[in-house]
């Protein structure tokens, strides 16, 4: 008989090896699968963008900032001396044309060396190991972590040539002082190109990222050169460099270059730009996408208004022994708010009312103290200012100059309240029946309220909210006198919509925004929108060149010759002092007061405190002080009128003026006070009630 065959059978041992075998291959395909997991896809490291500083410039393309985590601007390999990239390479990985991303042979030299000297001696990652670590993964020293680093090296090898991965090693490397990258590190320290940096500098460069604060040039300059020495010697033993290359580099001294503390131009300018960007893109475009912001700031008149604005607070409060600017902030050192010795503040915005491009933003005295931005985010009451809405709704509404209106006391009852008001001028004096011109052109209370009480506090705050005031408006008869709160910025863009005739552009800090390959982004394109007719208009710049020619604003003469108009705006108490006022080119608004609205001093008006400011601002600033305002080319006639009665005038009538009208409003009747040569008891009886 035929006997069986026997089955293919294995021992027991061979059993527990394969089955040993199953345990560490699914144990290494466990391992590696959790190493991968959350490693980035070939596809986002071939998009992987460094972070880039987002720069920011002003109306004239220079760079005036920038928004960042990490300062970096970006190299192309080519413009990088070969001595720098081979020196980096000779230092950090001499096998990396020869390695896939690990080199095995340094790994286990790098082991067996740290592991006699009990500590780590020396690195085993190559440049493209560095290069993972450093794009995608944290400096945690564990040994899943290194795991991940090779794992990425390998990916990026299969992504990347050996001179792509070079360049983003060299465009990624911290070089200290928040520098990140060669071509920034050059910039700063030696205020070069990359391309232009010699093989000592380059030396420097390689030196820095083992420890950029130990090895700091500025802070331990004799350690900074013995490094620079030893990878000089390097680079010669590598034949990076000559003998005789080697031998003058060393000799040099490190030539870096000193950086004395600038002042910042323009802090609140830029900060309301910070915060829009936020606002809208989010900090990972802000501080990492190396955008291009092209500002409309002005740096020369920024820093101009700046200084000015200082000279002028600063010898108020020597004149006045105000206190001095001293305050304590809370315990992170940033403060909205003076928590203790309030000093003197100020806010100042001019801008190109023709464009809506904000030239200078002042917010405050000190950025590094207060933050707070008391031209765009701070409300206060305009005071007189706001008259300015009054008179503009009276003139579109059928009233003109040369209407009379009684300056005399009023009293009113409070509508829902067991109480009456009894407002008054500033001076606490009466001038009598007097035409609207001298109402603004003096500031005076009682006209402004009999005004508004004929026109409707409705109608005045519809009136402000279209010229360009955002904030809640109140209507009641005291918003005539400025009892609301409003910005800075609300103020100058209201009054640069008359100024343009009539025309309002909205207030921008931004003209372009592209990406760091110039791709853009955003564009701005204000609009003009028509909010009150031409006539009306040039009708309120005329009325408001009285404020500045002989008014409450008369002071601004002393410094500025140029057309002007404007207004003062006081506040009760003397807690505010305003002036909003414009030239054929700009318009500008000068806000003054103490944060905690105490008083600044007995008699602080707009017309003391601030317009003096702006005139000397303006002296400096606008040049073309013959330019005159542009006019309607039609719808307005020029008549003579007497001053006392507001009517047409006569022969003897003492005194005369050419005044505007809106066509169709000019008066028909001649003045009956003047009619004859010396008089009569009733032109005695009107002179009397003054």
């Known amino acids: 008989m035929r006997r069986p ?17 199953a345990l560490v291959l699914g144990l290494g395909l466990g391992t590696y699968l959790f190493i991968v997991s959350d490693l980035p896809p070939a596809e986002s490291i071939s998009f992987f963008a460094p972070p880039v500083a987002t720069k920011v410039f002003d109306d004239q393309g220079n760079l005036v900032s920038e928004f960042f985590i990490e300062r970096r601007e970006l190299a192309d390999l080519d413009h990088v001396p070969p001595y720098l990239k081979n020196g980096f390479i000779c230092i ?65 090898e299969r992504t990347y040539t050996k001179d792509e991965i070079l360049e983003m090693y060299l465009n990624q490397i911290n070089f200290g002082q928040g520098r990140y990258g060669v071509a920034t590190a050059a910039k700063y320290y030696f205020n070069k190109e990359i391309s232009e940096v ?91 996408s190396g955008a291009n912001i092209y500002t409309t700031m002005n740096s020369d008149l920024q820093k101009t208004a700046e200084d000015i604005l200082n000279k002028h607070l600063n010898a108020l409060e020597k004149d006045y022994h105000l206190p001095e600017p001293k305050a304590k902030f809370d315990s992170l050192g940033i403060s909205d708010s003076i928590m203790a010795i309030p000093y003197l503040e100020a806010a100042l915005v001019l801008m190109d009312y023709h464009t809506g491009e904000v030239k200078v933003l002042i917010g405050g005295r000190d950025f590094s103290q207060s933050q707070f931005n008391r031209a765009t985010q701070a409300r206060r009451q305009a005071g007189s200012a706001f008259k300015i809405f009054v008179f503009t709704a009276a003139i579109d509404n059928g009233f003109t100059p040369a209407d009379i209106v009684l300056d005399l006391p009023i009293v009113l009852e409070i509508p829902g309240v067991d109480s009456i008001y009894r407002p008054s001028n500033y001076d606490r004096k009466f001038l009598g029946p007097i035409t609207i011109r001298r109402g603004l052109q003096f500031s005076r209370n009682l006209v402004a309220i009999r005004l508004i009480r004929s026109l ?23 918003l005539a006198l400025g009892a609301c709160e409003v910005s800075l910025l609300e103020m100058v863009s209201a009054a640069g919509t008359i100024a343009n ?32 007719s031409p006539q009306t208009a040039y009708v309120m710049t005329d009325l408001m060149r009285s404020v500045v020619d002989g008014g409450t604003a008369y002071r601004i003469r002393r410094y500025y010759k140029g057309p002007a108009a404007g207004k003062t705006g006081t506040t009760n108490n003397y807690s505010d002092a305003w002036f909003i006022g414009y030239t054929p080119d700009y318009v500008c608004g000068i806000w003054v007061g103490y944060d905690d609205n105490k008083r600044i001093f007995r008699g602080a008006t707009g017309g003391v405190v601030s317009a003096p400011i702006w005139g000397d601002l303006m002296s400096h600033i606008d040049t073309l002080q013959n330019k005159e305002f542009s006019k309607p080319s039609s719808g307005l006639v020029w008549c003579k009128i007497c001053t006392k009665t507001g009517k047409l005038a006569r022969r003897f009538c003492p005194k005369t003026r050419e005044e505007i009208f809106i066509k169709e409003t000019e008066p028909k009747d001649s003045c009956n006070l003047h009619i004859y040569k010396g008089g009569n008891k009733f032109q005695e009886d009107f002179e009397s009630i003054r």
Do not use: C
Request: hydrophobic share 40%.
């Open 501 to 532: 005739l009539g025309e309002r552009v909205k207030p921008i800090f931004i003209r372009k925004i592209t990406d760091r390959d110039g791709t853009v982004i955003e564009t701005a394109n204000p609009i003009p929108e028509k909010k009150l």
């Open 456 to 478: 409707g506090p409705e109608l005045v705050v519809q009136y402000a909210h279209n010229l360009g005031v955002e904030s809640p408006l109140l209507p009641v008869v005291s």
């Open 198 to 288: 010699n093989i000592s500098e380059s030396a420097l460069l390689i030196a820095l990222p083992k420890s950029p604060e130990y090895y700091s040039p500025y802070k331990h300059p004799e350690r900074a050169k013995k490094r620079r020495n030893f990878i000089l010697k390097k680079m010669y033993e590598n034949k990076v460099i000559t003998q005789e290359e080697y031998q003058k580099a060393v000799q040099e001294s490190l030539n870096v270059v000193e950086h004395k503390k600038k002042k910042r131009i323009g802090p609140y300018f830029l900060e309301e730009v910070r915060r829009y960007l936020e606002l809208k893109y989010g900090p990972e475009f802000l501080y990492r």
């Open 5 to 21: 065959k026997k089955g293919f059978k294995l021992s027991l041992r061979t059993w527990i090896l394969l089955l040993v075998l």
């Open 92 to 156: 950090e990985d001499k096998r990396f044309y020869k390695h896939w991303g690990v080199d095995i042979l340094r790994l286990f030299k790098s082991l067996l060396l740290n592991l006699t000297h009990m500590r780590v001696v020396q690195g085993g990652s190559t440049i493209t190991m560095q290069l993972a670590r450093n794009m995608f993964l944290t400096l945690e020293q564990t040994i899943v972590r290194k795991l991940k680093e090779i794992a990425l090296a390998i990916r990026i």
